[in-house]
T-cell receptor, first 115, second 114 residues
Framework: GDSVTQMEGPVTLSEEAFLTINCTYT??????LFWYVQYPGEGLQLLLK?????DKGSNKGFEATYRKETTSFHLEKGSVQVSDSAVYFC??????????????FGTGTKLQVIP | NAGVTQTPKFRVLKTGQSMTLLCAQD?????MYWYRQDPGMGLRLIHY???????AKGEVPDGYNVSRLKKQNFLLGLESAAPSQTSVYFC?????????????FGSGTRLTVV
């Protein structure tokens, strides 16, 4: 079955540091890939997405590139801010055996940015 | 533009009590989902619905029931609450014709069973 593996957290960075959160996946089909962000006490929000190989999704200074050859979708940001402190979830969307869309989430990576 | 609305936001139940969590979406999405989120476990799918009048089991359905009588509403029921059901519950919806669309999540219901 499909699966998503994220790097373990928590990740603690100083403000303005470079961020990378690794995400790799396995899928039977040709999935779409997503990053969601969850701020404390809130639900998940779609951060960015990519739907085919070599696509780059970007939003709010974050970006991730769909790498089919390495089955990866790493999240990066050049300069993090305290307001980026949140839990980040990598996810993929694929069709299951019944033809229905199925989304598989990673376990989440907590990011803490300190001033 | 409410998106996905969950009620209630917080609830404390005694073991054995029942309750219903309500999820409402105003985006005309076909698919709706109930997840639970526990520390270190990520999101686990409880039940989902691919349209009005349909429901299906996810990966952790035991102890829960669902109904989707109207397209915009998806109800999650706990018939006899247990401490193991203490969790944060999230509802999500999606326009499933497009697999790249992504999910819209509600803000969650924090349930404690004592």
């Amino acid at each position: 079955g499909d699966s998503v593996t994220q790097m373990e957290g928590p990740v603690t960075l100083s403000e303005e540091a470079f961020l990378t959160i690794n995400c790799t996946y396995t899928a039977t089909g040709y999935p779409s890939l997503f990053w969601y962000v969850q701020y404390p006490g809130e639900g998940l929000q779609l951060l960015l997405k990519a739907t085919k190989a070599d696509d780059k999704g970007s939003n709010k200074g974050f970006e991730a590139t769909y790498r089919k050859e390495t089955t990866s979708f790493h999240l990066e940001k050049g300069s993090v801010q305290v307001s980026d402190s949140a839990v980040y979830f990598c996810a993929l969307s694929d069709r299951d055996s019944g033809g229905y869309q199925k989304v598989t989430f990673g376990t989440g990576t907590k990011l803490q940015v300190i001033p | 533009n409410a998106g996905v609305t969950q009620t209630p936001k917080f609830r404390v139940l005694k073991t054995g009590q029942s309750m219903t969590l309500l999820c409402a979406q105003d985006m005309n999405h076909e698919y709706m989902y109930w997840y639970r989120q526990d520390p270190g476990m990520g999101l686990r799918l409880i039940h989902y619905s691919v349209g009005e009048g349909t429901t299906a089991k996810g990966e952790v359905p035991d102890g829960y029931n669902v109904s989707r009588l109207k397209k915009q509403n998806f109800l999650l029921g706990l018939e006899s609450a247990a401490p193991s059901q203490t969790s944060v519950y999230f509802c999500a919806s999606s326009y499933q014709r497009d697999r790249s669309y992504g999910y819209t999540f509600g803000s969650g219901t924090r349930l404690t069973v004592v």
